[in-house]
């Protein structure tokens, strides 16, 4: 039988992957391997676009505001915002920038072409910046694939999206050749994962009965910005202490 992956399979490997990721930054800044998996990007951001309508909870505002406090008190500083910010950011904004931008072809380019323009000042601002917006925008489209059809290629702008946020990838970390085809295969099989995310929602609520290994993926699932905004505070705090 061919295995299908569920949507909250693919959230705990991108938890592992910014444990990871984030072990690295804090305790051996020195090691770029610790850094290959930059996927999880794309984990988070492309739901964010694709459930626009959802409110965001109070909960999130409570871990994005905690998290700029300790950036204060251990004095990591508070921006870039936390990815948990941008989140709320991209879950707000989202909605009207996709539906200014199906206006045209023109518009739709002419905002896109703005948000690669200022990549970099945002970024300094909250992470990701308008990258993240970007990859929000694929979900969203996604979505609304019907209307999106006469204004863009959903597979092309896919790998667009893809494309820049490894260029962006490659601005930020001075990885070597065997790192960056870690990266690079990773990032584009995750964005062909996202690119059916229908179907990974489906095969989540297809799994009624799950054994304990898949309720332990589930829980993770279920709680992606909890456990990191838990990290983060706690390798600050080791860092800092």
């Known amino acids: 039988m061919k295995y299908r992956m569920a949507s909250y399979e693919l959230y705990a490997l991108a938890v592992a992957a910014f444990i990871v990721d984030h072990v690295g930054l804090y305790m051996y800044d ?6 290959v998996f930059r996927m999880f990007a794309l984990v988070w951001f492309i739901p964010a676009g694709y459930n626009a309508g959802r409110k965001t909870d109070l909960w999130m505002w409570q871990c994005a505001i905690l998290l700029a406090v300790a950036g204060a008190i251990t004095g990591f500083g508070v921006f870039p915002l936390s990815a948990v910010a941008t989140i709320i950011f991209t879950r707000y904004v989202i909605d009207p920038l996709a539906e200014w931008s199906l206006g045209s072809r023109f518009r739709f380019w002419v905002l896109n072409i703005g948000f690669i323009l200022v990549m970099k000042q945002t970024d300094e601002i909250m992470e990701y910046g308008t990258i993240a917006l970007m990859i929000a925008l694929a979900g969203w489209l996604l979505k609304n694939r019907d209307r999106a059809a006469g204004i863009v290629d959903l597979r092309l702008y896919f790998g667009f999206v893809t494309t820049i946020f490894l260029l962006f990838t490659a601005h930020t970390f001075p990885f070597n050749p065997v790192q960056w085809a870690i990266v690079v295969s990773t990032t584009a099989a995750t964005a062909v994962l996202m690119y059916h995310f229908r179907a990974l929602l489906l095969e989540t609520i ?3 009965k799950a054994d304990a290994v898949s309720r ?10 909890q456990l990191y905004t838990a990290q983060l505070l706690l390798l600050q ?5």
């Open 30 to 35: 020195d090691n770029l391997w610790f850094r």
């Open 206 to 208: 297809r799994r009624r």
């Open 216 to 225: 332990a993926c589930r829980w993770i699932g279920h709680n992606t910005l």
């Open 237 to 241: 705090g080791m860092y800092y202490f």
